[in-house]
């Protein structure tokens, strides 16, 4: 469903636009990569930007080619990137991988090619100052956000929920995937998994240093470049704070 976006990624990799940290093909199904834009100055903090772990959500990966095609990441900021995850379930369209597997419950476990490939790769390139993953939702019409911090940095989750306001509104629900919203669309959450057996990325992350985590979901609902152009936005804002709040 989403094989075009896969093969515009095949060709902007092959254009060699950012140096690969880790590249492993998966035959039929498409690359599983990691890339790496270093930043102009040492030290400056790092960002680790994530997406397309759910094949039934392109945007975080149509946003992050943008980012890369147009050359509009920050360069006050050390990115680890990774543009997607089921490389196989975008090509189909969903959530699941080829196997049937929802990677984004397989953090705990070793049983997958992309989720093997993930913990091999990404602890090792950090600490990171920040992560953040971009996800979508069809369940509400709104945007919201998750926030786990146990970085001990100040929260951006009001500057972030600002943006997505103005750009597709929030999620208004009471209750949003079994959490209370503290505030319209930010559900701050304890650095434990749901269900103990099924870690998400976040929590495996938040397992490996202390960390600022942000899981964005826009609203499947709203057209593409709106939800595009939201996770720009998150993108850009997330970096500058984090440069001003650091000062390296
Ligand atoms: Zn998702």
């Known amino acids: 469903m989403f094989a075009d976006l896969i093969q515009r990624w095949e060709e902007l990799l092959a254009s060699g636009p950012l140096p690969v940290i880790r590249q492993v093909d998966l035959p039929g199904e498409g690359p599983l990569v990691v890339l790496r834009q270093a930043a102009a100055r040492v030290g400056a903090p790092r960002i680790l930007l994530s997406a397309g772990i759910h094949g039934d959500e392109p945007a975080g990966t149509e946003c992050l080619y943008e980012k890369i095609k147009q050359d509009r990441l920050s360069p006050a900021v050390e990115w680890i990137i990774v543009p997607f995850l089921n490389p196989g379930g975008l090509r189909m369209g969903t959530r699941e991988n080829p196997r049937g597997l929802d990677l984004n419950r397989e953090f705990l476990r070793d049983q997958t090619v992309e989720i093997g490939f993930y913990k091999e790769t990404i602890p090792a390139q950090g600490p990171y100052d920040l992560m953040l993953s971009l996800h979508e939702d069809w369940e509400f019409q709104g945007s919201y956000l998750y926030e786990i911090n146990t970085g001990k940095r100040p929260s951006m989750a009001e500057g972030i929920l600002n943006l997505l306001a103005a750009e597709t509104g929030l999620a208004e629900a009471e209750v949003i995937d079994d959490h209370k919203p503290i505030l319209p669309g930010l559900i701050v959450h304890d650095p434990v998994a749901d269900e103990p057996e099924n870690w ?16 964005l979901e826009t609203p499947s609902q709203a057209p593409l470049p709106k939800r595009v152009q939201c996770m720009h936005g998150v993108i ?4 500058e704070r984090l440069v001003c709040e650091t000062g390296r």
């Open 236 to 239: 850009d804002y997330c970096a």
């Open 200 to 215: 998400p990325e976040a929590i495996f992350m938040i397992h490996q240093q202390p960390l600022l985590s942000y899981t």
